[in-house]
């Protein structure tokens, strides 16, 4: 028998690696969904010493060896593997980029600023944060500065690397300055078109509870969703978690409203069929991972936005939904049910935002974030940034930093580059659904009977089943024959805001 | 700053090995109760992976140093410290006791002995599993003989020692003997009793298990259960698990009756609230751990058999049980619960069995596995040897083996030395009962009130917060004032079946 190869070695440390990971999914969902609020202190420390060992793991010296071995043998591999090391190389970089004391002094900023932020926003008092963010935003350009260093990217993409592998800071300018030249008229076209619509009703409730879970199942097997496989419980903040061939989704339940919290579990259920169709074959290594992202973002949205809301799927909803809660009148029609899903208001919230607006809010703070990291743009300067923003995209200007720059956790959390992987998610399911629907043109009128067959497989092959093998960019110009074009999406809102073919 | 000592090292990697096995118990549990059947593979290489990284914590040359370094310097450590290196080293020797060929050459063959057990005991086919139970038994000798050796323990004791640490065989005979020679009598002259008294009547459901369930979550809070730190769900075979600072029990629910279950809930509780009661300041140390089987069992079966079928509780749980069930009529009764929650019906199958003919089921057990194991007695002997000592016990024979030696998993499980622990738990808890009535004669009255305060604080303080302190034998002597004592048992047997005073 011969000595095992680097690159065995490599799989045989990453296996048990991932297999820390996948434990440290199934804690987390537990902690979200089951835990008495007794058992916060013993998890904690669970899974801080699994989150230790695993970074023991990662970067132990041998690790560094093996890579470097393997690399020089990479000719060896298979593309599949190939494309494993090329991943485990990263996962390596960024877990050896910082030292020990940058990464603590990063949680302990982070965890006092996002504590000060749980003050600050109801307060709607931005200088009560802004010292403790200011702390955040300067360890965070110093690990931004060496990941940078260690990646051979810039500042912001080396941030922007950790949920967008590859991902390209210049590309991302272009397909948004493209949305945002774009956005604010055919917002105002939608918006006086809806004018001459009627106004939707909601149905009113009481909604009980077990009753919006029966529809939730109902649908989530509709979308392709294996309950032998994974399950749905509620918890604070709806969430997909578990592990690939146990998928955990979250949501919770309204009993004044059903239709809102019923988009929710479609959403997640895209992100989990996602999990799911990961390559069975390459479980717990890193290629066998979701792609990154905005990838991710793309199949919630895909299933949400794409198919879940449009006019064919709500004539599937509407019968249903109304036998189910035995309701009745003309608010429970697909037009009304429809017009509810589509209906756009901009506001000064992101997560409340519709389909049309949402892009705007991730443009700002695309922009933003690039300018503070980068210092163009100070923590003072802000909120009148912030303002500014807004008014160029959308036409309004937030009242208040409550309404403004206080209102997401994401950069006093130190999560700095997620932002655009929404929007980058949005496009990217737009372009992949017109593809899979000029593959096979019976997929509309197949979302009208509930059935996502068609439509799954196609996802399957072309997204799920790829795993991390390629980047962002080459997976969809794969799929789709051609890298994201901001004009597909914005094709699609013509369509379904404005009726154009 | 000095080098940690030996002993702190030691209790550094002892934390991290006691965090590993809670998450594994939170595991463990999500597999019974919650997991989906498709999760089942990928939890097994989680449980797999996190157990193999145990082993290796543990089996690490480096605790060996530092086990023997402590030992040489334990005169600097106070007594839980020391109690707490007396446990580090007995687990190191359990665990570094036997080659890895052993370990996987049992696991293999206990994993093919127990599949073949659960064909051959429907099909009442010992034969078919004898071969593959005679691997089992003759790699379980192996192994007890090289932990004979390494702990300086005869044979028999050496397998005990793994689940009743420092438990001696000749005491446990001795006992036994006394038992076996007192038991026939008593349970004749219970026999004729009961056949005075009105047959106990089952109330007629159907009982929904919603019903069940409140009324269990309002016992087990009566009983002392903090639903802050744990939680009740279902599974299909009821067990205690998760950590001590979120204990999860589970149970089944039989909608056709709820009087079994009930106690089955009970007897959890006590498991539960020994776990909970473990001391603060030694989680995830050794010391902090459970002491062995028999006093867990003695907790369970302390609140179960004790005090929660005591004619007391029966007459506090009589009225909520039929306020819950909106029962009626005289079957509701606490006269005739109490008949039903303590029938004796000798019969062959031992967790069917009353408190009064269990025992004889265990000493049996004891008696022909340490036979076995030493070498007294064939598998081609057994069925005939079963025979013999239930006649003797009980004045039956089990018309086959499907109800003889096919009807328990132990040691087709390879779990040799584990069966006495259940009637030394039944002797301890009747020992550690009585003894709590003697230094507060309130609490059988309290337990007419659902009231547990002053036993559950008296057990907290005599037994729960000592952890692994003290062997099990000390530990009863330092809170009852004697070692196990038979008498004491029958006793109790005694005045609950024949009332005696």
């Known amino acids: 028998m011969t000595d095992p190869t680097a690159y065995v ?28 609020s007794g058992g916060a202190e013993a998890r904690g420390e669970q899974l801080a010493q699994l989150s230790l060992m695993a970074h023991e793991l990662l970067t132990d010296p041998a690790v560094a060896d093996w890579l470097e071995q393997a690399e020089a043998e990479a000719d060896e591999l298979d593309d599949w593997r190939r494309a494993n090391l090329r991943e485990m190389r990263r996962a390596h970089t960024h877990a050896t980029a910082l030292p020990a004391r940058l990464v603590e002094a ?14 600050a926003r109801p307060a709607n008092d931005f200088a009560r944060v802004k010292p403790a963010l200011q702390k955040v935003l300067d360890l965070s350009r110093e690990a931004g500065e060496l990941k940078s260093a260690a990646l051979g990217k810039s500042l912001y993409d080396a941030l922007l690397d950790q949920y967008e592998p590859d991902g390209s800071s210049a590309r991302i300018a272009q397909v948004f300055d493209t949305l945002a030249r774009d956005l604010p008229e055919l917002l105002g076209a939608v918006l006086e078109r809806q004018a001459q619509q009627p106004d939707p009703v909601m149905p009113a409730g009481p909604f009980p509870v077990e009753t ?27 969430f997909t978690g578990g592990v690939p061939d146990d998928v955990r989704l979250t949501t919770r339940y309204d009993e004044t409203d059903f239709v809102t919290g019923l988009m929710g579990v479609l959403h997640e259920t895209g992100h989990a069929l996602y999990e799911r169709g990961l390559p069975r074959q390459w479980r717990r290594q890193p290629v066998g991972d979701a792609r990154g992202m905005s990838i991710h973002e793309s199949q919630s949205l895909l299933i949400e936005m794409q198919a879940c809301r449009s006019r064919e799927f709500v004539g599937f909803l509407a ?14 029609e697909a037009d009304n049910l429809a017009r509810i899903y589509t209906r756009v208001e901009p506001d000064f919230i992101r997560v409340d935002a519709d389909e049309v607006s949402y892009p ?13 990291i980068e210092g163009d743009l100070t923590l003072d300067e802000l909120p009148g940034a912030w303002a500014e ?15 403004g720059c206080l209102q997401d956790i994401h950069w006093y959390d130190g999560a700095w580059g997620y932002f655009p992987t929404y929007t980058l998610g949005a496009m990217t399911a737009a372009q992949l659904f017109a593809a899979a629907c000029d593959a096979h043109p019976e997929i509309p009128a197949q979302l009208g ?18 795993g991390s ?18 004009t597909i999406f914005e094709a699609h809102l013509r369509r379904r805001y404005l009726e154009e073919a």
Chains 1, 2 share one sequence.
Not at 106 to 119: N, S, V, Y
Not at 319 to 332: C, D, I, K, N, V
Not at 360 to 372: D, G, N, S, T
């Open 449 to 466: 009977q509930g059935d996502f067959s068609t439509l799954l497989g196609w996802l399957r092959r072309h997204v799920h089943e790829q």
């Open 389 to 403: 923003q807004l008014q160029a995209l959308l036409g309004i200007a937030p009242p208040d930093d409550r309404r």
């Open 9 to 36: 070695r490599l799989e045989t440390r990453f296996a048990r690696l991932g297999t820390l990971h996948e434990a440290m999914a199934v804690l987390h969902w537990d902690s979200a969904a089951m835990m008495p």
């Open 212 to 238: 919006q879970a029966r529809l939730a199942h109902r649908l989530m097997e509709a979308v392709g969703f294996d309950f032998r496989h994974g399950r749905l419980d509620t918890s604070a903040h709806p």
């Open 319 to 332: 019968p249903l939904a109304q036998s189910t809660f035995g309701g009745s009148g003309p608010e429970w």
């Open 106 to 119: 990063l949680r302990r900023a982070t965890h006092a600023c996002e504590g000060l932020w749980r003050e």
């Open 360 to 372: 705007a809010h991730v443009i700002l703070r695309f922009r933003l974030e690039k300018a503070l």
């Open 469 to 486: 093998r390629f980047s962002s960019e080459e997976l969809l110009v794969r799929a789709t024959g051609k890298p994201l074009d901001p």
